[in-house]
């Protein structure tokens, strides 16, 4: 599976921005997926999961209601919204997938994307 994240930028806080993982290679619908984030000079940081039909998610505690995760299986394609924002949610954006038919929640995840930078200006 080959994975594009897309979607990052600079956002003012308190604003919204929208993330897409878009999948190659694979049916995404077989993969959980998962948002992760690296933030500089800090270790990377689970953000969000989804199972594979989009009925089961999982989230971080930072979240707190701003973020959800959604996927278009038939577009191949998993999101990450992002409302809200704040200076602290500056950072390397990555999705990732699970192994073919895991467990939910994964306890691992197989394959990554190159990340998208979303920096929020205070």
């Known amino acids: 599976v080959q994975l594009q994240a897309s979607g990052g930028g600079l956002v003012q806080a308190g604003g919204s921005l929208r993330l897409s993982c878009a999948a190659s290679?694979?049916?995404?619908?077989?993969?959980?997926m998962g948002w992760f984030r690296q933030a500089p000079g800090k270790e990377r940081e689970f953000v969000a999961a989804?199972?594979?039909?989009?009925?089961?998610?999982l989230y971080a505690g930072f979240r707190k209601g701003r973020f959800t995760i959604s996927r278009d299986n038939a577009k191949n394609t998993v999101y990450l919204q992002m409302n809200s924002v704040e200076p602290e949610d500056t950072a390397l954006y990555y999705c990732?997938?699970?192994?073919?038919?895991?467990?939910?929640?994964?306890?691992?995840?197989?394959?990554w994307g190159q990340g998208t930078l979303v920096t929020v200006s205070s």
């Open positions: 990732a997938a699970s192994g073919p038919s895991s467990r939910w929640p994964p306890l691992s995840y197989n394959y």
């Open positions: 290679g694979r049916t995404l619908s077989n993969y959980c």
């Open positions: 989804i199972n594979w039909s989009g009925t089961g998610n």
